[in-house]
């Protein structure tokens, strides 16, 4: 009974080391999701940094996994949460990142088409453009009959 | 007027496509060569590079500390563990595509961020260096743990591996794992008692 109590404890921390682990790695690939979404490395850098404390707290539960099982859980288990937090932290960096360079672009491009029927509009407009200038200035210059003229 | 608006049609379509050139060429990410890089400094003055250098000598009961650090450049963060190796002149050392098959002796790991760099000690000591058959016995403390070691021609390798998430394992050098790239680096001692 004590020994099958013992191996059951055992499989626990194996598989709680082992979900560290994976943890580790889902966080990592949230990361680099996030950053193709567009999210900053400034943004991404204290993620980082905590994903770098969860590694520390699953390599401490993996040393100590045969010496102190209750520390090695209590280990993998801080190191679950940080990692669980940093994927749930870059979802959030990378859909904002994404939602705001989609917002950049069209933008961008709706400014791109506008311009374009700008100048297209000015193209074909132009002729007439420069009629009514012609006949603006025709309007404003005084056309003085020549006979009064040449009575001064 | 249908020759004006057709005349206005075809101009519109051009200069959006001008237009929308421009726009995609300024908003394209620039490009930019990705690599990683390590390095391996002394804090002591110590270190011998590519060939036995002259001032590789390393004394028994004196700790050697050095510096490891890696810079990532790939666009994207890294998960990085270096293997260390303490090797003889029984094998060949690492190349550009295939790992040394010298022992691991630490091999830390770490997630870099892009345009980031990791550093971390190395510290190690000769404890011991007997002469015998056919080279030298040595006895060194690595990072705390004891290490033994026969033969001649000393040196320690440093190896960098990268995390891929295809196959969920770390492979030498960076890049995809088809064509990495190896990065490594090796430093000749010569004991003296």
New interface residues.
């Given amino acids: 009974m004590l020994l099958l109590m013992n191996t059951d404890r055992a499989s626990a921390q194996t598989d709680a080391i082992t979900t560290a682990k994976n943890d580790l790695i889902t966080a990592f690939q949230s990361i680099r999701t996030a950053q193709r979404q567009g999210a900053s490395n400034t943004d991404l850098l204290p993620l980082i940094n905590q994903l770098n404390t969860a590694l520390q707290y699953e390599e401490n539960a993996t040393t100590l996994e045969q010496q102190d099982p209750t520390a090695a859980d209590a280990n993998a288990f801080q190191s679950i949460n940080l990692s669980t937090n940093v994927s749930f932290q870059a979802q959030r960096l990378g859909d904002a990142a994404q939602t705001s360079s989609i917002r950049r672009i069209a933008f961008a491009y709706s400014i791109a088409l506008g311009a374009a029927t700008l100048a297209a509009l000015a193209v074909v407009e132009a002729p007439r453009a420069r009629r009514l200038i012609k006949k603006r200035q025709l309007r404003r210059a005084r056309i003085l009959p020549g006979e009064e003229e040449h009575a001064k | 007027m249908q020759n004006?608006l057709a005349?206005?049609l075809i101009?519109?379509v051009?200069?959006?496509a001008?237009?929308?050139s421009?726009?995609y060429y300024?908003?394209s990410p620039r490009a930019s060569q990705q690599f990683m890089a390590m390095g391996v400094y002394s804090r002591g003055g110590f270190l011998g590079y590519l060939s036995p250098a002259t001032n590789s000598t390393v004394t028994t009961g004196r700790p050697v500390n050095w510096t490891i650090s890696v810079t990532n450049n790939m666009?994207?963060?890294e998960?990085v563990m270096i293997i260390v190796r303490i090797a003889n002149s029984t094998l060949s050392s690492s190349n550009s595509t295939t790992p040394s098959t010298f022992p691991r002796i630490v091999t830390p790991?770490?997630?870099?961020?892009?345009?980031?760099t990791w550093s971390i000690n190395f510290t190690w000591t000769l404890q011991s260096a007997t002469p015998q058959q056919g080279g030298t016995l040595l006895n060194l403390q690595v990072e705390g743990e004891p290490v033994v070691i026969a033969g001649d021609n000393f040196r320690w390798i440093f190896e960098l591996w990268t995390?891929d998430?295809v196959c969920?394992c770390f492979h030498y050098g960076y890049g995809p794992q088809s064509a990495s790239t190896g990065v490594w680096l090796q430093v000749w001692f010569n004991p003296s008692s």
């Fill in positions: 004006k005349t206005f101009l519109l051009s200069f959006a001008i237009f929308s421009g726009t300024v908003l666009g994207s963060a998960f790991e770490r997630f870099i961020g892009d345009e980031d995390y998430v969920r």
